[in-house]
């Protein structure tokens, strides 16, 4: 097993992740699916799922990567992050009976994802960094099969597994949770810093296509200053043509007593995210046509039409703006 340190007989740490487990025989990491048997890491959820399903790609959110195509999404148990507000808590955070679920071998995942012309396969529910192995098991053969692969992922990863880890991905929608170390140690038990590395390095020095969701939590990740310095850094590190999607919150798992996140908070958002330079912004689960849209970063006219989802006007030919010619950032 790669990335991992042998202390003792019968001590070994995990290196996929900043948390650098440290594990016993016999005990599982942080994240629940990485263990030590026999003083070897391995990972005991691999091939098995907890959902299989064809979805729009503007789901995973990507608005920049084959608008309109169809993509096979599935997870695993398990996550490396401990996000008081998951959304998915019930996958992530549950000690599941792998007894009880599918299996999918990276082979049948493949066979799936033609057999629904899906144009990729998306990693996504949990963080695809626990099921590392798997996940690129499942990326080479889609290469292999002319299949695209899209990572749904934290960016909570150390730098050498990054490093394959992305060599294998063709897009990655990179959860930016919030804007200070002090959110992400109060309400992710993580750390900002890695998630940084992680957006710079696969924006700056891979092919792999990216785009970037915060989801806003009221009175926690919202204010003005955070979400300006969040975009101020994003233009000055990573460019100011990384699409950036803002979603809201509902309340679950350990922030019950929290309110819904409402659309004027995701309109301010947007607001500060344009005004700061960023070229193409989006809110998500709330919506309207106009922030769903895709505009030219040119002439600033509507190039994808979006009502949520759905696709109501394309103004591209061969990814450049039928109105002045402009190159749309993405592939199309």
Known sequence: MKYQNILTKDKVQCTICPRNCILTEGQSGFCAV?????NNIILTSYSYNTGLAVDPVEKKPLYHFYPGSSVLSFGTPGCNM???FCQNWRITK???DTSFLNKTTPEEGVQTAKKYNCKSVAFTYNDPIVFFEY???TAVLCRQNGIKTIAVTSGFINKEPAKEFFQY???ANIDLKGFSEEFYRKNCLAKLQPVLDTIKYVCNETSCHVEL???L???ENDSYSQIKAQCEWIVENIGDCVPLHFSAFFPNYKFLDKKA???STLLKAYKIARETGIKYVYTGNLSTIETSSSYCKNCARPVIIRNGYEIVKYNLTDGNCVFCNTKCDGEF
């Open 34 to 38: 990485r263990k030590n048997v026999n």
């Open 82 to 84: 401990g996000c008081k």
């Open 94 to 96: 549950n000690r599941i």
């Open 135 to 137: 996940a690129v098991d």
């Open 169 to 171: 991905m063709d897009a």
């Open 213 to 215: 969701t915060t989801m």
């Open 217 to 219: 939590i009221e009175g």
């Open 261 to 263: 996140t409402e659309y």
